[in-house]
């Protein structure tokens, strides 16, 4: 089993930045791939960036490039979203989640999930 805990959630005002963590324990070798997620009242659960564990390579949403930066370090088991220029349209439930394959997908076929985190961004 894999638990995946995430941090670092909070309010902050328009143009803002804020990082997102998320620790990982347990059968971390079945972990290939990782991504973030979120979602917004009303929304459904979507897409934000991915990361190749064994290669490094990232993946991300449209209205999230330039913007977001996902990174992994491999040796202390954390997975990390750095948001920078946050938009009031950020505004969501932050979601870490992990795969057992290498191939970053941009659905919500991900095998182990975290609890989530609130980012709230202001005008």
């Known amino acids: 089993q894999v638990q995946l805990v995430e941090s670092g959630g909070g309010l902050v005002q328009a143009g803002g930045s804020l990082r997102l963590s998320c620790r990982v324990s347990?059968?971390?070798?079945?972990?290939?791939?990782m991504g973030w997620f979120r979602q917004a009242p009303g929304n459904g659960r979507e897409f934000v960036a991915g990361?190749?564990?064994?290669?490094?390579?990232?993946q991300y949403d449209d209205s999230v490039k330039g913007r977001f930066t996902i990174s992994r370090d491999n040796g202390k088991n954390i997975l990390t979203l750095h948001m920078n220029s946050l938009k009031v349209e950020d505004t969501a439930v932050y979601y870490c989640?992990?795969?057992?394959?290498?191939?970053?997908?941009?659905?919500?076929?991900?095998?182990?999930w975290g609890q989530g985190t609130q980012v709230t961004v202001s005008t």
């Open positions: 990361i190749s564990c064994l290669f490094g390579t990232t």
């Open positions: 989640a992990a795969r057992r394959s290498n191939i970053i997908v941009a659905t919500t076929q991900y095998d182990y």
């Open positions: 347990g059968r971390t070798f079945d972990i290939y791939a």
